[in-house]
């Protein structure tokens, strides 16, 4: 979005600052009681589908589909569409899964370490002897620069996979360290695409090629893909705002292991089934977790959100992509859970409430800073500014 430029005046600065203190204040006011009503609304009486509808509906999401799994198997997948005319939306409709591309890149990532290819506790520089070079924009191959800070060498793949790496979410500009490696979690996409080097290194293949062998293949996840091809975009459901009104995306053509993933809700169930079933690698998944958000206890395992439910371990993760927002959970003591994909930047809303029709327990996750309302959603969905 254009921002407009006005005269460095401080009489523009003391108005800019007082509109957007009236903005605020209005969307704050407006947001708060809705939130509780929105909780207290939901039906105990309908099912998941009759639920999903109503949801979809009130936060103005033209696209979601649900896979529910049971006992860590594919039980189920349900759609909805709240937009007007309603889209169509079924198994087969693709959406941006965003940063649940984290998890499944993870997968794989842990199976290159069971074959002795990657070891989580070596630097990931030992993998890339030709250097790293940072985009400032992930999706742009320039300008880049290349990596000199000294730092970049204590990074491991395990510090990668639970957010300790010390980088950035992204640098827009020359790499800069949030915190000395393996100290603190801060949640970064740049230490993904570190690793998506040295992975594409290792292997000798791009990240979408050693992707569709790994895993999409072996789990017949035959509409997924870590870049837009023309099969994918034949399904992929357009992205919308708040409001439920078109909203410009970005059209992923190049492999990054952090957001670039298109897939199914059914596909992605059928990569939760399986790694509820892999003992092992659900193990290392939840090895060795960092403390993330100790307002609410949760931690980081590799790859996965972790909750710690009474007697139960929950992994977690979400998605946001612009126009589009997806979230999954799932119990290791059940093997329950779900995988959300919307087509809508309220998307986000529907998640507290389908874990608690489909786990029927109470998740403090969703009090994390992690899944806040932006500002723009915020502005959209009380004073009706929808950039």
């Not at 999903?52 to 896979?67: E, F, N, Q, S």
């Not at 309603?86 to 842990?110: G, I």
């Not at 439920?244 to 990569?271: C, Q, V």
Request: charged content about 15%; some cysteine.
């Amino acid at each position: 979005m254009q921002r407009i430029r006005m005269p460095a005046t401080r009489q523009n600065k003391l108005l800019r600052r007082y509109i957007g203190f009236l903005l605020v204040s209005a969307a704050i006011a407006a947001v708060l009681p809705g939130c509780a009503s929105s909780r207290q609304a939901v039906s105990t009486t309908a099912n998941l589908s009759e639920t999903l509808k109503d949801l979809a509906v009130r936060h103005h999401v033209c696209g979601v589909t649900i896979a529910v799994i049971r006992h860590r198997q594919s039980d189920s997948v349900i759609s909805a569409s709240g937009c007007k005319p309603a889209l169509k939306v079924d198994a087969d409709s693709v959406f941006q899964a965003a940063s649940l591309s984290k998890p499944v890149f993870a997968y794989a990532v842990l199976q290159l370490a069971a074959q002795g290819k990657l070891d989580l506790d070596a630097p990931v520089m030992s993998y890339l002897p030709q250097g790293y070079r940072h985009r400032f924009s992930p999706l742009k191959a320039e300008p880049a620069e290349l990596v000199t800070d000294a730092r970049l060498s204590s990074i491991t793949a395990r510090m990668v996979l639970n957010h300790t790496s010390g980088l950035p979410n992204w640098a827009s500009g020359p790499l800069y360290f949030e915190s000395a490696p393996g100290t603190a979690w801060h949640y970064s996409g740049e230490g993904y695409l570190l690793l998506q080097r040295a992975v594409e290194t290792v292997t000798g293949q791009p990240l979408d090629r050693f992707m569709a062998e790994r895993v999409f293949a072996p789990l017949a996840m035959h509409h997924s893909s870590f870049v837009l091809n023309e099969s994918i975009a034949q399904r992929l459901l357009p992205g919308t705002k708040a409001n439920g009104t078109p909203r410009t995306t970005m059209a992923l053509e190049s492999p990054l292991a952090a957001f670039s993933l298109y897939t199914t809700a059914a596909d992605y169930g059928k990569f939760l089934a399986r790694l509820l079933n892999d003992a092992d690698l659900l193990a290392q998944s939840t090895a060795l977790p960092v403390v993330a958000d100790a307002s609410v206890g949760l931690e980081w395992g590799s790859g996965w959100g972790i909750e710690r439910v009474r007697d139960d371990i929950h992994i977690w993760h979400w998605g946001n992509n612009t126009g589009y927002r997806a979230f999954v959970i799932a119990s290791l003591r059940t093997g329950d859970g779900f995988v959300m994909l919307t087509s809508g930047e309220n998307g986000l809303e529907l998640a507290e409430p389908v874990a608690r029709k489909v786990l029927g327990v109470e998740h403090k996750l969703f009090q994390s800073s992690m899944l806040g309302t932006d500002i723009v959603n915020l502005l959209c969905n009380t004073v009706r500014l929808c950039f």
